[in-house]
Nanobody, 126 residues
Framework: QVQLVESGGGLVQAGGSLRLSCASS????????LCWFRQAPGKEREFVAT????????YYADSVEGRFTISRDNAANTVALQMNSLKPEDTAVYYC???????????????????WGQGTQVTVSS
């Protein structure tokens, strides 16, 4: 069974940093694009950052560009999201997602991702 498990969420003050990690089991994602999405209370899930299979191509939502960094370690089968200069509006449940095998290109669309983690809560206090 394929699983993605996020960790690293928590409560942080505005201006602080958190590092989210997502570990996969059941299959390797080294040949698949990975992505982070988030969903705030009462809002739709939105794209945060995506990375292609090699890590050579990344894209970010305008709202996090310059503050967040997505990276991956294919040997460890993990993807991370370094979040700096956090703002209260970054408060949400953060999900990692993976595309199917050999779907190497990154995408901003949640419909392109077949595998999803259970989410980790990030709360930024003002």
């Amino acid at each position: 069974q394929v699983q993605l498990v996020e960790s690293g969420g928590g409560l942080v003050q505005a201006g602080g940093s958190l590092r989210l990690s997502c570990a996969s089991s059941g299959r390797t994602f080294s040949s698949s694009a990975l992505c982070w999405f988030r969903q705030a209370p009462g809002k739709e899930r939105e794209f945060v950052a995506t990375i292609n299979w090699s890590g050579g191509s990344t894209y970010y939502a305008d709202s996090v560009e310059g503050r967040f960094t997505i990276s991956r370690d294919n040997a460890a089968n993990t993807v991370a999201l370094q979040m700096n200069s956090l703002k209260p509006e970054d408060t949400a449940v953060y999900y990692c997602a993976g595309r199917r095998l050999y779907q190497r290109s990154s995408s901003r669309s949640e419909y392109e991702y077949h595998y999803w983690g259970q989410g980790t809560q990030v709360t930024v206090s003002s």
